[in-house]
């Protein structure tokens, strides 16, 4: 998020200190993502934490909390276990909970990372690439070491196809809006209906395709990109397991899928110890799936969630250069990862 939650930093600090027994000597906004509020939190003994913070009022971020009785015990069980250490992992509070509700909101600590995000590091250098392609095998190799009933299973899910048909109805019978946002918006918008509604169709297509596949689904953290990543000391570090789900090996590939991807798959097939057949029709459903779900996301921010323009000039950004841009190059993308595996055969 771009602007800070409405709560008094010291109301935050106290309820910290009360629900987990730490000091606080401050705590500071981070303005990212969009899922939920981000914090850092300097403690007296030195001691630093991340906090996430999700709003009841925001129905998208009481999605967000349903999530975490599914991932919060994941990664808990993940770093306590000595399955898998360079992550993210939630801190116990006093009651021995992964989470804590007060004055409308929940809220999760979690171990305090150092070191730079790889948001703005793209195009990943060679041995970057090798690095994330064999941290994604190391996660895949662990579950069978996972508590499999605690973790939410890929049923190819395209129920985000409700929100954003009724978005565009709204857009289109919306004669102006009332700021330039929403009016660039709405042009965007109308201009891309027809291939909106295609691929939507697509995936409807692809989802069967999906479903009908048999292979065993695997550990996979859900949304590896450079901001989901941190760089410390040489060490690669993965953050933010929201999205962690067992599914098809393919998903983990839907966001090295261009020129990056025959350094990214080779590390990946080294490590994992054994060639892997591709799905390519998976490789597609996942991409558009992506696409689409997170333009409903931004949609929804824009025409019901938002309180604060700045917000809405971040979501619309989102979807001119992080979603509608990309769509062309997916097709492509696929013919040219078709042509990589077809020369290893």
């Keep these: 998020?771009?602007?800070?939650?409405y709560i008094e930093n010291g109301v935050l600090m106290m309820n910290l200190d009360q629900e987990y027994g730490i000091e606080i000597a401050s705590v500071h906004f981070i303005p990212q993502g969009d899922s939920a509020y981000s914090y850092w939190v300097n403690c007296a003994n030195g001691e630093k934490y991340y906090v996430k913070l999700f709003d009841h009022q925001n129905d998208g971020q009481r999605t967000r909390v349903e999530r975490l009785q599914f991932y919060l015990p994941l990664t808990w069980q993940m770093y306590h276990q000595g399955l898998f250490?360079?992550?993210?992992?939630?801190?116990?509070?006093r009651d021995g909970g992964f989470k804590t509700t007060f004055n409308n909101v929940t809220v999760v600590l979690f171990n305090f990372i150092e070191g730079e995000t790889l948001a703005e590091a793209y195009?990943?250098?060679?041995?970057?690439?090798?690095?994330?392609?064999?941290?994604?095998?190391?996660?895949q190799l662990i579950t069978p070491f996972i508590d499999?009933?605690?973790?939410?299973?890929d049923t190819f899910d395209i129920s985000f196809e409700s929100d954003l048909e009724k978005c565009i109805s709204m857009i289109e019978s919306t004669i102006t809006f009332n700021n330039p946002i929403k009016q660039t918006l709405r042009q965007v918008v109308l201009s891309k209906k027809e291939q909106i509604f295609a691929l939507?169709?697509?995936v409807r297509k692809l989802q069967g395709i999906s479903i009908a596949e048999t292979k065993e689904k695997v550990l996979c953290h859900g949304d590896i990109w450079g901001?989901?990543?941190?760089?410390?000391?040489?060490?690669l570090y993965f953050i933010d397991w929201e999205s962690a789900i067992l599914a098809p090996p393919e998903y983990n590939f839907v966001n090295y899928m261009g020129e990056e991807f025959d350094v990214f798959f080779s590390a990946y097939e080294k490590n994992i110890g054994e060639s892997l057949t591709l799905n390519l029709d998976l490789l597609?459903?996942?991409?558009?799936?992506?696409?689409?779900?997170?333009?409903?996301?931004?949609?929804?921010?824009?025409l019901h969630r938002n309180t604060e323009e700045v917000q809405n000039e971040k979501d619309l950004e989102k979807i001119l250069y992080h979603c509608m841009n990309r769509w062309d190059s997916i097709e492509a993308n696929v013919r040219a990862i078709d042509a990589i595996l077809q020369k290893r055969t």
């Design 200 to 202: 939507l169709h697509l």
């Design 148 to 153: 499999r009933t605690t973790l939410l299973a």
């Design 284 to 302: 597609r459903f996942y991409a558009y799936r992506n696409h689409l779900r997170n333009l409903t996301n931004w949609l929804m921010n824009i």
């Design 227 to 235: 901001g989901n990543l941190i760089r410390h000391k040489n060490e």
């Design 123 to 139: 195009p990943f250098s060679k041995e970057m690439l090798e690095n994330i392609g064999k941290s994604v095998a190391a996660i």
């Design 1 to 5: 998020m771009e602007v800070n939650y």
């Design 85 to 93: 250490r360079n992550m993210t992992y939630p801190i116990l509070n």
